[in-house]
């Protein structure tokens, strides 16, 4: 499964996406709600920790179960729209795709301990799922091996080479250009 920095580029790249669409469909009105209204390295920040967030079910030993699932992200969304005073639509729909991101990600890994990948579809089913081509190699987490921070280093990069460009373009379709737009 990838590492906490992929999936904090993950979840600011599905937040920006969420601004990029509501910019799309509601020119300027979109970007008065709260998720995106507040300072851009707040926004970014609340991103990154929502789509870390399901990792935290290391703590009481679920790991990749239903903090994992479409179901969480359904959740997730519904605190998002409960939170939000004005525009609760987008709050809600940033905060799910930071959350959904995780899951995808996750999804995309490789994960070669039983039960293989992730609880992807509870509450309907419970069932683990995984993709058959996975884009993010195993994390080790046997750190007083020497080939496991070797593998670490390894899986690192080739995170990095996948999401920091998205990510990067991502921001800055979200950010500098409805920046710009506004100028004209
Ligand atoms: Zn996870």
Not at 128 to 154: A, G, H, K, T, V
Not at 168 to 173: H, I, N, R, W, Y
């Amino acid at each position: 499964m990838p590492t906490p920095i992929a999936h904090a580029l993950g979840g600011v790249t599905a937040g920006c996406l969420v601004r990029i669409s509501a910019a799309l469909v509601r020119p300027g009105c979109a970007l008065d709600a709260p998720l995106v209204r507040i300072e851009r390295r707040r926004t970014i920040a609340a991103l990154a920790f929502l789509a870390m967030l399901p990792d935290a079910d290391l703590l009481v030993g679920m790991h990749r179960s239903v903090t994992h699932s479409v179901g969480a992200v359904l959740i997730a969304g519904a605190v998002g729209w409960a939170s939000g005073r004005d525009g609760r639509l987008l709050t809600a729909a940033a905060v799910a795709a930071a959350y959904a991101s995780h899951v995808l990600l996750d999804w995309l890994g490789t994960d070669p301990g039983p039960p293989h990948g992730i609880m992807a579809w509870w509450p309907w089913t419970h069932e683990f799922y995984l993709s058959d081509q996975p884009l993010f190699m195993r994390i080790c987490r046997e750190y007083w091996l020497p080939d496991c921070w070797r593998n670490n280093i390894l899986a690192l990069g080739r995170e990095l080479v996948v999401l920091v460009p998205v990510t990067l373009t991502a921001l800055f379709f979200a950010y500098r250009l409805p920046r710009r737009t506004r100028r004209t």
